[in-house]
DNA sequence: GCCGTCACG
DNA sequence: GACGTACGTGACGGCG
C-alpha cells in the first residue's frame, strides 16, 4: 500500500529547495477527533441563538484553526490537514475484538457537531482527510513518517499520549489547550522512556480506556524500569526469567503473548495509504465567501470580526528559525570584557535580530531601586549565546540632573525607541525569554507596556529541582554550577551610605554587570532544564512554577490600599499606652531599664528580682519569651504582666503601624509586597517588604491593624480561606476513614476528634476537650512529641504522652502515615507532595540526633503544607481567566498561605465570591482527585478585618 | 550580622 | 541515657 502513496503522490519537499530559514514543508496534522471532544468539554455548551443547534465544540474548533493559520510566525504551517477517525471498526478489532470495546458514545449534543466540524475545516480552506478501516492516529502516523523522512517538519496538534511514539527529530506535538509544546523530554516525562520505546512501555501497561490489556499489575514506572534495564520488550520478554521479583516474573511470562498482542494495538501504521498527496495540504487563503457564509449559517460573530480584523492588518510574519532544542554548552570561563553597550538604534536592531535567529535568549532588566511595582527602568540586557551579551543603558544619568544630551559619555537610546523596538521581540511567541526571577522582570517591564512571554525562570527551575538543598539566588546558583562569582552589586554600586542608585553607574561598569547577569542566566538555564525532564520534574514546572510569574507580577502591581490616618492614629494610641507601660514597669523596679532590652529584663527579673522558675536560651542568656512571662505573671507577680502588655504594644507599632504607613507608595497611594516563590522548602510563598502575610489577627488589639486595609471607593475587599486544608490532606493521603468521613459529612473536625478519643458525644462536649482535641490536630500535622504537645496545652508531659498514644490507637492510619514519611525520607533525603513537588529534607542524614529528628518531623509536615501551596498555586494560576470569562472585574491582591484577598466592584460581591470558591474548592482538579471536599469561606467587607 | 522575640498560616 | 523538642515563614530592636 505504500508503495502506491510513494509512486502516485511524489512529496513536494524533494521539488522544493530548503531554504536558510527552515524545512521548506512545516505540516500540521490536527487530530480532529481528540480536539472536538477537548473543545466540547472545555467550553460551556453553547448554541446557535436562532434555533439552539449546539456549537460549543464547532466555535472551539474554529478558534483554533484560526489561531493556527493566524497568530504564529515563524512556526506557521506551510501544509496543514484536520485527521478524523472514520468508522469504529478498524484492523484492530480483527485483532483484538475487545478493543475500544467499553467507549461510551458520545454525548448526545456532541454528536451533530461532528459534521458541522468537517463542514468548518473545508470552508477554512483546509483539507478533511479520514479512511474507512483506520484511525486518524494512523493517518496521522503516514503523513508524519512521510514528510520527516522527505526532510520536512511536522507538528501533531493533539495531547493523546497513544501519538507520543512518533516524537522525534522534527516530529513534536503541539497541545494547544494548554499550549504546551510536547517535544522529546515530555515524552519521557510521561512515559520514562524515549518516543521509540514508548509502544513497549504501552504494551506493559495497557490502557483501561481503549481497553489494551496490557499486563496486569504493570504501571507506567515499573514498565519504564524494565524496559530501561532491558532495552526492549522483545530482550525483556527473552529474558522474564531472570527478573528477581517473583510476582513480577511470573506475570511477564504468563502474560507474554496478551504483552506482543497489546503492542500490536498501540503501534501505529506508518504504511497507512495516504487518502491525499502531501502537496494537496498546502495552506491556502480561505475563499472569503465560502467562510464568510459558513460563519453566517452558524452565527459565529465574534470569530467573523476577528477574522476580518486580522485579514486588515498585515501578517506580521517574520522569519525565523523554530527554537532550538536547549542543549548542554561547554563549560567555558566567563569573560565580562566582551560584552557590547548598545547606544545606538541601528546596533540595537542588529541584537534584537539576533534574538529571533537564537531562538531562545536571557535577558534581565535593572532598575533604579528595589521594588518592582514603583522602580524605574535602568536598562536591559541580552544574551544569545554564552559569552555574547549586550546592555541597553536607558534611564542613567549624572547623580547631579545633569541632561543626557550634555555628557558625551551617557548618550543612550530614548527610552521610547528602546521600548519600540525591543517590544514586538519580547512579546513574540517564537522567542523563549529566560529570565533569573523573571516575575520582577515582568513587573517592571508591564508597567512599561510589555507583556513578556513566553518565559523560563533559572530561579524556579532550580527550585523545583532542589527545594531544601540551598538557595536559588543567581549569585549562589552561579556558584554552584558555573563556579563563578558574579560582580558583586556593590561593586558596581558601592554599599552602605556611598551606595548610589543603579542609573547613577558609570556605563561601563553597567554594561560588565548586567550583561554578566543575562550570560549567567542563560549558561543556568542551559545547564539546569534538561534535567527537569530527565528527573521527571517537568510537569511540576509547567503546571505550579512557569505560569506563576505573571500573576504575581500582577497582585504585586496591583497592591492593597491602606488607611495611613487610622494607622496614625492608632500608632499615637500605641505610644502613649506603652509609656504608661514603661513607667509603672520602672516603677516596680524602682530605676530605668530598656524594656525593649531581653538581656535587660532577664537581668532585672532572675538577678535582682531573683524570681525562679527561669529557663535560659541557646547562648546561655535568661529566656524573656512570652512563655516564660506568661508563666511569672501566673505565679502571681506583677511586673511579666506589664512586660506582656508593653511589648504587645511595641510589635504592633514597631513592625505595623509606622512601617505599614511608610510602605504606602507615593505613586499609587497603596502598600505593594513583594513575593518570593523559591524561598520555603515546602512550595509555600512568602512575603517580604512589607511583610503582609503575618497581619495580626489573634488578638484584639492586633486586629485592629486589619482594619486599615481597605478597599478602594465602591469597592469591596473579599476574602476566601480554605477551611481545615491542612488536615483535609492528611485525611486523604493518610487515608484516614473516619477523618474522611468526618469531612464529608462537614462534622466540626475537632469534636469528631475528641469524641473518638474520649468516648464522648459531641452534643453537649467542655469546649476544654474540643481544645485539646484540636492541638493535637495541629500538633499531628507538625509531627508531634508529647514535649511539644504538653508545653501547648500546660498540662504534665506523660498526660501528653498518654493522649498521643490514644489518639494513635483510635486513628492508627494517621501513624502508618508518619512512619511512611520516616520511611521515605531516611531512604531519599526527600518526600514529595500528591502533585509531585519534591521537597529535599538533607539534614536527616545529620550527624546530630536533634537535626535528624527535626528532619522527621518536616519530612512528616512538609508534604501536607507543601500539597495546600500547590493547590493554592493551581487556584491562583486560574483565577484571573475565570475572573475574566465570568465577565468580573475583580484583582486578586494577596495570598496568605490557605487564603486568597480579592478587591472587586462592590455590585460584583457575591458572584465574586461565589466564582472564587468555586475556583479554589477545584483548584487540585484534574490532576488530582481528593477523597475528601476542600471547603472555602469567602466573604466580602470594606475592611479585611470584617471580610475574614 | 547574630540573637531573641513575636506576628502569621 | 542524653538530647532537644511541633511545621513553615519575615521583621524588629538590641547588642557587639
Known amino acids: ?38 473543545a466540547y468539554h472545555a467550553l460551556p455548551p453553547l448554541t446557535r441563538k436562532s434555533d439552539g443547534l449546539p456549537i460549543g465544540a464547532v466555535s472551539g474548533f474554529c478558534n483554533m484553526l484560526f489561531k493556527l493559520l493566524r497568530d504564529m510566525n515563524s512556526d506557521a504551517p506551510t501544509h496543514l490537514a484536520v485527521i478524523f477517525d472514520h468508522s469504529e471498526e478498524t484492523f484492530r478489532n480483527k485483532l483484538y475484538d475487545q478493543y475500544k470495546a467499553h467507549r461510551p458514545p458520545p454525548p448526545e449534543d456532541l454528536i451533530p457537531q461532528f459534521a458541522v466540524v468537517r463542514e468548518a475545516t473545508r470552508a477554512f480552506g483546509v483539507s478533511c482527510i479520514e479512511l474507512p478501516g483506520y484511525e486518524a492516529d494512523d493517518l496521522i502516523a503516514a503523513y508524519s513518517c512521510k514528510v520527516r523522512d522527505a526532510g520536512g517538519e511536522v507538528v501533531i496538534v493533539s495531547s493523546d499520549k ?6 522525534g527529530p522534527n516530529v513534536s506535538m503541539l497541545d494547544t489547550m494548554k499550549n504546551l509544546r510536547i517535544g522529546r523530554e515530555q515524552v519521557i516525562e510521561k512515559f520514562g522512556v524515549g518516543p521509540e520505546r514508548v509502544v513497549d512501555v504501552q504494551a506493559l501497561c495497557g490502557d483501561s480506556v481503549d481497553n489494551v490489556p496490557g499486563a496486569p499489575g504493570i504501571g507506567v514506572k515499573t514498565a519504564s524500569a524494565l524496559i530501561n534495564e532491558y532495552g526492549d520488550l522483545d530482550t525483556l520478554l527473552a529474558r522474564a526469567g531472570e527478573i528477581k521479583q517473583d510476582k513480577r516474573r511470573q506475570t511477564l511470562i504468563d502474560f507474554a503473548d496478551q504483552i506482543r498482542l497489546s503492542r500490536a494495538l498501540v503501534q501505529l501504521d506508518c504504511d497507512t ?9 498546502a495552506v491556502r487563503e480561505p475563499d472569503k465567501a465560502v467562510l464568510g457564509a459558513f460563519l453566517e449559517t452558524y452565527e459565529l460573530r465574534s470569530l467573523a470580526r476577528r477574522i476580518g480584523e486580522a485579514g486588515a492588518s498585515s501578517s506580521g510574519a517574520i522569519p525565523s528559525t523554530p527554537r532550538p532544542a536547549p542543549a548542554e554548552v561547554p563549560e567555558s570561563a566567563i569573560d565580562v570584557s566582551g560584552y557590547v553597550c ?54 542613567h544619568c549624572e547623580k547631579e540632573g545633569l541632561q543626557l544630551e550634555e555628557a558625551a559619555d551617557l548618550v543612550q537610546i530614548p527610552l521610547d525607541q528602546v521600548i519600540a523596538i525591543l517590544k514586538p521581540m519580547l512579546e513574540d511567541p517564537t522567542v523563549l525569554k529566560v529570565a533569573q526571577n523573571a516575575k520582577y522582570d515582568i513587573a517592571v517591564l508591564s508597567r512599561y507596556g510589555i507583556d513578556v512571554a513566553p518565559i523560563e525562570d533559572t530561579m524556579l527551575i532550580s527550585y523545583v529541582l532542589e527545594a531544601g538543598m540551598h538557595g536559588h539566588g543567581m549569585d549562589e546558583l552561579s556558584a554552584l554550577w558555573l563556579g563563578h562569582q558574579p560582580i558583586p552589586f556593590k561593586q558596581v554600586a558601592g554599599s552602605g551610605k556611598g551606595q548610589v542608585s543603579f542609573k547613577h553607574v558609570e556605563l561601563g561598569k553597567a554594561t560588565e554587570y548586567a550583561a554578566e547577569d543575562a550570560d549567567v542566566t542563560l549558561r543556568l538555564y542551559n545547564r539546569l532544564r534538561p534535567r527537569l525532564a530527565r528527573e521527571g520534574l517537568l510537569t511540576v514546572y509547567e503546571t505550579l512554577e512557569r505560569p506563576l510569574p505573571p500573576v504575581l507580577a500582577a497582585m504585586e502591581n496591583a497592591g492593597v490600599k491602606v488607611d495611613p490616618i487610622f494607622l496614625r492614629n492608632l500608632s499615637n494610641e500605641f505610644s502613649m499606652r506603652m509609656a504608661d507601660f514603661e513607667a509603672k514597669a520602672q516603677a516596680l523596679v524602682g530605676h530605668p531599664f530598656n524594656l525593649g532590652s531581653p538581656k535587660q529584663i532577664g537581668d532585672v ?43 504587645q504594644l511595641s510589635k504592633l507599632k514597631g513592625t505595623y503601624t509606622d512601617n505599614l504607613v511608610a510602605a504606602i507608595s507615593p505613586d499609587t497611594g497603596r502598600v505593594h509586597t513583594s513575593y518570593a516563590l ?33 478597599a478602594d471607593a465602591g469597592n469591596v475587599l473579599i476574602s476566601a480561606d480554605y477551611s481545615q486544608i491542612e488536615l483535609r490532606l492528611l485525611a486523604h493521603v493518610g487515608d484516614i476513614e473516619q477523618l474522611k468521613r468526618a469531612f464529608r459529612e462537614g462534622l466540626d473536625i475537632h469534636a469528631m476528634t475528641a469524641s473518638e478519643m474520649f468516648n464522648t458525644p459531641i452534643e453537649g462536649m467542655p469546649s476544654e476537650i474540643r481544645r485539646r482535641a484540636k492541638a493535637i490536630n495541629f500538633g499531628i500535622v507538625y509531627g508531634i512529641s508529647a514535649f511539644g504537645l504538653a508545653n501547648q496545652l500546660s498540662i504534665p508531659q506523660d498526660e501528653a504522652g498518654a493522649y498521643i498514644k490514644t ?25 514529595t507532595t500528591i502533585f509531585g513537588r519534591k521537597i529535599n529534607i538533607p539534614d536527616i542524614r545529620a550527624k546530630a540526633v536533634g537535626h535528624r529528628q527535626f528532619a522527621e518531623r518536616a519530612a512528616i509536615n512538609a508534604p501536607l503544607q507543601g500539597a495546600a501551596a500547590d493547590i493554592i498555586r493551581r487556584a491562583m494560576i486560574r483565577m484571573p481567566e475565570a475572573l475574566k470569562r465570568a465577565g468580573l472585574k475583580a484583582r486578586m491582591l494577596l495570598q496568605v498561605h490557605d487564603e486568597l484577598i ?20 477545584a483548584a487540585p482538579e484534574p490532576a488530582v482527585s481528593l477523597s475528601v471536599p476542600l471547603v472555602v469561606e469567602a466573604r466580602a467587607a470594606s475592611n479585611w478585618d470584617e471580610a475574614h
Open 1 to 38: 500500500m505504500s508503495d502506491l502513496a510513494d509512486s502516485e503522490a511524489p512529496l513536494a519537499v524533494t521539488d522544493r529547495p530548503l531554504t536558510q530559514d527552515g524545512p521548506a514543508v512545516r505540516l500540521y496534522l490536527v487530530d480532529g477527533s481528540s480536539f472536538i471532544f477537548r
Open 162 to 167: 497513544d501519538l507520543m511514539q512518533l516524537v
Open 273 to 281: 495509504p495516504l487518502p491525499e498527496p502531501i502537496d494537496d495540504l
Open 342 to 395: 548598545v547606544r545606538d538604534a541601528t546596533t540595537l536592531e542588529s541584537w534584537v535580530a539576533r534574538c529571533y535567529e537564537a531562538g531562545t535568549i536571557a535577558f534581565d532588566t535593572e532598575t533604579d531601586a528595589l521594588g518592582s511595582a514603583t522602580a524605574g527602568l535602568c536598562g536591559v540586557s541580552l544574551a544569545i549565546s554564552p559569552g555574547e551579551a549586550c546592555y541597553i543603558p536607558v534611564g
Open 605 to 647: 527579673l532572675f538577678g535582682e528580682m531573683a524570681l525562679t522558675g527561669g529557663k535560659k536560651t541557646a547562648t546561655g542568656q535568661w529566656a524573656t519569651d512570652s512563655d516564660v512571662l506568661e508563666s511569672l505573671a501566673a505565679q502571681g507577680h506583677e511586673l511579666p504582666r506589664v512586660l506582656l502588655d508593653w511589648r
Open 678 to 710: 523559591a524561598s520555603t522548602t515546602t512550595g509555600r510563598l512568602s512575603s517580604t517588604d512589607p511583610n503582609l502575610q503575618n497581619i495580626p489577627i489573634r488578638t484584639e488589639e492586633g486586629r485592629k491593624i486589619r482594619k486599615a486595609f481597605i
Open 807 to 831: 489518639y494513635f490507637e483510635r486513628f492508627p492510619g494517621i501513624r502508618a502515615y508518619m512512619d511512611q514519611m520516616r520511611a521515605q525520607v531516611r531512604e531519599h533525603a526527600y518526600v
Open 902 to 921: 480579592f478587591e472587586a466592584p462592590a455590585e460584583e460581591a457575591e458572584a465574586t465570591c461565589r466564582l472564587v470558591s468555586k475556583v479554589m474548592e
